[in-house]
């Protein structure tokens, strides 16, 4: 099994904040976001890491940070440990390929998702209410099936441990300002539109992600993860059938699994078989490639 890195130690470096996958070093004028191995499901972290992971979610960014440029700026100052300050540099092993250097954001307290197809949480509320996150559906649509127009469901952003919790629009506006809400509302589907249609000629189907946003000099601008198997579901194109669940390049695929055992989704997690976490990484690396064309 390849060797994972599921937690970082950076004795000089100023720890500000450990996520599900994400350690974040404060180093001054910048921020270093260092993305592990560490996978979570049901908002428990697993206690094995996924081998590649961090470098896959990190390259994944990247490359749709860059193409959504000329949509919103976006966090990312330096890519490369070599310009990294120079007291990164001998952390060079554990940082080359999987961290970024970014700027000082401040987050907004929203989660931006968007929805191109019936799937998930929706599909369950859909069946209950006809409505996703309250938003009215045409009668008689099925698991997976295309909305005719892609929807924006925020929900709140909870702490580690915590779930989120949908909320209406009315809600955004109340917390960020209506010229704020507008904005993120309006480049979430902009980002999302042009990613669906270009994930489509690598054969990939984006059924729905999520973005975060933060203000930094005044600017809305894309924090955090771009697109990734982590904040998406990635569907191959050539197996789409509507009526059901479809295969994936995500973590679908552990929490179909999980969804087999007798565990409550809560701490602690499961001990996760050598090939399940093997799965998963194959599954991750298949999306790097179809998406980028690289491999590790």
Not at 68 to 94: C, G, L, W
Not at 277 to 296: C, D, Q, S, V
Request: proline share 6%; net charge negative; aromatic share 10%.
């Amino acid at each position: 099994m390849q060797a994972t890195l599921t937690q970082t130690k950076f004795a000089d470096l100023k720890l500000i904040n450990q996520g599900k996958v994400r350690d974040i070093y404060d180093l001054g004028e910048y921020l270093l976001l260092v993305t592990t191995d560490r996978i979570s499901a049901f908002d428990v972290i697993m206690n094995e890491g996924i081998p590649h992971k961090g470098f896959v979610l990190t390259q994944i960014s990247k490359f749709w940070f860059e193409q959504m440029s000329d949509i919103i700026p976006n966090h990312i100052i330096a890519t490369e440990v070599s310009d990294f300050p120079a007291i990164t540099h001998k952390y060079r092993d554990q940082l080359e390929g999987r961290s970024m250097l970014v700027k000082k954001a401040k987050p907004l307290p929203v989660e931006c998702i968007v929805r191109g197809y019936v799937s998930g949480s929706g599909w369950k509320e859909y069946k209950q209410q006809g409505s996703i996150c309250g938003i009215p559906l045409p009668a008689g649509m099925v698991e997976s099936q295309k909305l005719s127009e892609p929807i924006f469901t925020p929900s709140t952003k909870a702490e580690l441990g915590e779930h989120d919790e949908n909320i209406p629009f009315s809600k955004v506006v109340e917390l960020v300002g209506q010229e704020v809400a507008d904005k993120i509302s309006s480049t979430t589907i902009a980002i999302y539109n042009r990613a669906r249609d270009l994930a489509a000629t690598k054969g990939i189907i984006i059924a729905d992600t999520k973005f975060e946003f933060g203000i930094f000099e005044d600017q809305v601008i894309w924090i955090d993860e771009a697109l990734t198997p982590d904040s998406s579901r990635f569907w191959p194109k050539d197996l789409y059938q509507a009526g059901g669940p479809q295969p994936s390049f995500d973590k679908q695929f552990l929490r179909d699994y999980l969804e087999t055992l007798d565990w409550g989704k809560q701490a602690p997690a499961p001990q996760l078989p050598e090939e399940i976490i093997r799965k998963t990484g194959e599954k991750y690396l298949e999306a790097l490639f179809r998406i980028t064309g690289m491999k590790p």
